[in-house]
């Protein structure tokens, strides 16, 4: 019988909370726990229902705490160019919510970012533009670095809280 509190009385009187457990890492004190990709855990399920009739628990759902992402700044180098007399645009489509940088390049080894007033030289991840920056800037490219084939390096920054992708990433311009 269902009792209101979501017990349940057996036949033989035994009451069952029906509710699932809560754990919590902080629940135990002397716990250590490696911060390593894997981990594993071990489940015993017992039962002390003494009504004669046979129950059976189980589990059915585990929960392991936030989501984490890889942190830094990975990056992602285009690696087909696109030739150009002149580039007009950037767009890109991404998701998630960390933010994606970018740096322009003529052959893949010096890449080059807008500093706020003209083309120059990136020094390190941090030198270089969000897609609106690149987009309202690409049109003086090629008279400050000068044309040929453009190729794109990007960079997913995230802090380990934030998702991130990118699925289309468009530049326009004349060949």
């Given amino acids: ?52 009739t046979p129950t059976f628990p189980s589990l059915s759902s585990i929960d392991l705490g936030d989501t984490r992402y890889y942190g830094g700044s990975p990056e992602i180098v285009t690696t087909s160019g696109q030739s150009f007399s002149e580039w007009t645009g950037l767009s890109a489509t991404t998701n998630g919510s960390c933010t994606i940088t970018y740096q322009a390049s003529l052959d893949k080894s010096t890449w080059y970012y807008h500093n706020g007033t003209t083309w120059t030289v990136a020094a390190s991840s941090s030198d270089s533009n969000t897609v609106t920056a690149m987009d309202t800037n690409a049109a003086s490219f090629a008279t400050t670095i000068g044309s040929g084939t453009l190729f794109f390096k990007l960079f997913l920054n995230s802090d380990t809280s934030q998702d991130c992708s990118i699925s289309d990433i468009t530049a326009t311009g004349k060949q």
């Fill in 1 to 52: 019988v269902l009792l209101s509190d979501g017990n349940c009385n057996y036949l033989g009187g035994a009451l069952v909370n029906l509710t699932s457990p809560n754990l919590s890492f902080s629940d135990f004190t002397n716990l250590a726990v490696p911060n390593n990709q894997y981990f594993q855990y071990r489940v015993l399920l017992e039962s002390d229902d003494q009504s004669g």
